[in-house]
């Protein structure tokens, strides 16, 4: 037997206890290193420093706790890089995998990347997902006025509902983007969203102000789109490995559209097949076969 706990939640870092009691064997899933969570919780009471000084040394107490219950456990599954890096040298069978819901037969087609590599219009821009601080979003805005003064042929469109969704409604407005800027309601991952880029995007957007694991790098990168984004620990060695996008300074939307300026179709060409290639190496069902292998093994070491 093997129990599958998540040490991300604090309430199961006790698991070791329980799992030896009945004879099971104990791997922990691990998304967020300590350097995450902190970010998080800076954006989140940036407002309110009491809180956020509470919260602080809550989440350096439970860093103790996180890091004896990865070396007490018989296993570690890590979600990207930042979290491999972090905690991987605790637990000496750890296994790194890189989320997403990408499958195969979703992925885009050569006369899908043909297409695009073919396109003569403007720059088709796009960034989908949770319409909050810590993705970037007020980011988003800012970068379109910068193209736009640079004199950028651009179109950007923005999918995802959130906080800053009616903010950034209101700019749209207020700036007069209109005719380059687009923000769409929600839609069906599948269905939806993943066949309009596959057919609509020659770029995505990642103005993310922290390095959790995130889905959106590989989805997009599966649908033959090559990402722009922020330099942390994430995306930086995503971008590395891959070759599939470029890393931008965090929080610049100026130098953001300073790099977007200085594509050429090419260059994008490039990078599109890229990440094509490196998301077909790391779909969903590759990422979760990695996984259950990896349990199997644990569960069949001896006692």
């Given at each position: 037997q093997v129990v599958l706990g998540t040490a991300d939640d604090h309430r199961q870092l006790d698991l070791a206890r329980l799992c030896g009691a009945v004879g099971a064997r104990l791997v922990y899933a691990i998304e967020y290193p300590l350097q995450t969570r902190l970010a998080v919780a800076r954006l989140d009471l940036a407002r309110r420093p009491l809180r956020l000084t509470r919260s602080v040394q809550w989440l350096l107490t439970q860093e103790l706790r996180l890091r004896r219950a990865l070396r007490s456990a018989d296993g570690v599954q890590a979600n990207g890089y930042p979290a491999m890096a972090a905690y991987g040298g605790l637990n000496s069978d750890t296994c790194l995998y890189l989320d997403n819901?990408?499958?195969?037969?979703?992925?885009?087609?050569?006369?899908?990347?043909?297409?695009?590599a073919g396109w003569n219009g403007p720059l088709r821009i796009v960034h989908a997902g949770r319409l909050i601080a810590m993705k970037g979003t007020q980011d988003l805005i800012p970068t379109a006025i910068a193209l736009r003064d640079r004199g950028v042929d651009f179109r950007m469109d923005i999918f995802g509902a959130g906080d800053m969704r009616q903010a950034i409604a209101d700019d749209v407005a207020r700036h007069d983007l209109g005719g380059a800027l687009h923000l769409h309601q929600p839609v069906d991952f599948a269905t939806g969203l993943v066949p309009w880029m596959r057919r609509n995007a020659d770029l995505f957007l990642a103005p993310h102000r922290q390095s959790d694991p995130s889905c959106s790098y590989l989805e997009a990168m599966g649908c033959g789109v090559p990402v722009l984004g922020t330099n942390n620990r994430m995306w930086s060695e995503l971008a590395r490995q891959s070759g599939g996008g470029w890393v931008m300074p965090m929080g610049q939307p100026r130098k953001a559209a300073d790099i977007i300026a200085g594509l050429d179709r090419a260059a994008i060409a490039k990078a599109s097949a890229h990440a094509l290639e490196f998301a077909q190496a790391h779909d969903f069902h590759s990422e979760f076969r990695r996984r259950m292998e990896h349990l199997h093994r644990v569960a069949a070491k001896p006692a």
């Open positions: 819901r990408s499958e195969r037969e979703t992925m885009a087609t050569a006369s899908e990347m043909q297409a695009r």
